[in-house]
């Protein structure tokens, strides 16, 4: 089983990442923590996934796919994987789809969390963190029992400049425009869009019906694209 994970900032990805993971018994890949990990082993993959951290993870794809193959070649891949965080470009998912050829894998199931801009800008302005600990409450979806204090060390809870509304659609739209023609790219018939929306609960039932459901399709052969 192979997934593949695209959501906007705020849209519970992390969450649900975990939830599938343990769910279909597969790691999840987050490929920023790939790069980090690489870098840190100073491999010579590893200078090469520096230099992709150091430049907003935008640097050449053939480096990103090449670190990407080579993590999912690893025992722990053997059942499937999810990824969140890759393809990021075109060529990359294109790339992609030719390596899980190559090997003989089954095309991925495509999961696009979707929510709509107002909601995530909801979602997001309502972050606090503790002036003191660091600790990240939110008011709608984790409030702190003392409105405004946080419940370790009673410190005033503070809203982090990066949470800002204009910041916020300003991620939005950088989001969108990395990611719309990938999801073009795969077309519609081979993404499954889940309402991101919803309560967590909710979320993760709809997402587990469309990943066995986009399962299905793909070990019938359908959806491979290059
Ligand atoms: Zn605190």
Redesign the pocket.
Known sequence: MILLLFGPPGCGKGTQAAFLAERFHIPAISTGEVFRAECKAGTPLGKMACSILAKGGLVDDEIVNGIVASRIAREDCAQGFLLDGYPRTVPQAQAFSKLLRDRQLPSPVVIHLHVEDSVLVARLTARRQ?S??G?IYNRLSQPSRVEGR?D??G?PLVSREDDAESVILDRLRAYRTLTNPILDWYGPSNIRTVDGSLTPDAVQHAIDGAVRNGHAMAFNGLGHRS
């Open positions: 503790c003191q600990c600790h946080c370790i060390d410190a």
